[in-house]
């Protein structure tokens, strides 16, 4: 079982960007120095939900402070950015990090980053698959043209090609895409790409959609060994404490505001009404679902996740406390007193 760290870099109230931005460096350096396999970045634009407006560039970062650490994003948004510049990008870290970097890739949201960038509503909401494709062309072949509905372009070359530099590395870098409908799991089922599942989500939902994708990759034309053994990932949330109730309870005093505060500024590109969830019943939801509390309770939950969805894979939240001192001394108790436990 692999566990890392689900990094936000989440402005909390009352914080400044550049001290969600610190916490966001400092929990990927102790996590390498705790043990945890790896940490996944969030993307967001325009609100303090996250204030990592470039998942890749933070992970050039990481990839230079650590040398063990995998490092992934999660997710960079493909309607917002051209999926060239996004493979060169993913090209350029896999081979300089010696294949440490992941790239997971998502739709987003309808929000106005689609009019700042250019890509435009269609581009949420029908352009995902052509992008996702010419991504994946890019990662994988010496010269690549499109002639699609949105990218059409003359062939090129390749530069740095990622498939070439690593030894009995043919595939280049891992691509996972972040699911959250069946028809995205059928999209990555048929690629045969991995799926990364949102911390929203419980074990009885994620295991419907690990069994779905299973189904339609084996119709796809997948192997049985192939798809048993591809490498979903599972978001959730981490807080140790030596008592359930007090970790619950930093929970539930920090992650209301940050989610009001968050959710409240996202600013939607074509006017459309938001339902939004409330901050304290979804921070509830989050504690009930996920690895809060002891640390005994948290190996529990992580083995009863991997258990009923087959997944082996986690990127968990550990700055839920708002706090960088908190936030450290949580990640290192995931790599001290869990971790060596999970097998």
Request: net charge negative; aromatic share 6%.
């Amino acid at each position: 079982m692999r566990v890392g760290a689900f990094v936000l870099a989440a402005q909390f109230p009352g914080q400044g960007q550049g001290e969600a931005l610190h916490r966001a460096v400092r929990t990927a350096e102790v996590a390498e120095e705790g043990g945890l396999d790896s940490v996944w970045l969030a993307e967001h634009h325009f609100v303090p939900y996250g204030v990592c407006p470039s998942a890749v560039t933070l992970a050039a970062l990481l990839l230079g402070r650590t040398r063990r650490l995998r490092v992934g994003t999660a997710v960079s948004v493909l309607p917002s950015t051209h999926p060239v510049a996004l493979g060169e990008q993913a090209a350029l870290l896999h081979l300089t990090s010696g294949g440490r970097f992941s790239l997971g890739v998502g739709r987003g949201g309808p929000w106005v980053d689609l009019e700042v960038f250019g890509g435009g509503l269609d581009a949420y909401e029908n352009g995902f698959p052509e992008a996702l494709d010419l991504l994946r062309r890019w990662l994988t072949e010496a010269r690549v043209g499109s002639a699609g509905e949105r990218f059409g372009f003359r062939e090129v070359a390749v530069v740095p090609r990622p498939s070439e530099a690593l030894d009995g590395d043919p595939a280049g870098p891992e691509v996972i895409v972040a699911c959250t409908s069946p028809s995205s799991v059928r999209m990555a089922a048929r690629r045969g790409l991995p799926m990364l599942l949102g911390m929203h989500c419980g074990d009885e939902d994620k295991a419907g959609m690990v069994a779905l994708w299973r189904s339609t990759a084996l119709a796809a034309g997948h192997s049985r060994a192939y798809v048993a053994g591809a490498g979903h990932v599972s978001a959730g949330v981490c807080q140790l404490a030596d008592r359930t109730a007090d970790a619950r309870e930093t929970l539930l005093k920090a992650l209301p505001g940050w989610l009001k505060q968050g959710l409240d500024a996202h600013v939607t590109v074509d006017g459309r009404v938001r339902a939004m969830r409330d901050p304290v019943a979804y921070t509830e939801l989050l504690c009930d679902l996920h690895p809060v509390g002891t640390p005994e309770l948290a190996l529990d939950r992580l083995a009863a996740t991997s258990e009923r969805t087959g997944i082996t894979r986690f990127a968990l939240l550990t700055e839920g406390s708002g706090d960088l001192a908190a936030t450290e001394e949580n990640v290192r108790r995931l790599g001290a007193e869990v971790l060596p436990r999970l097998g």
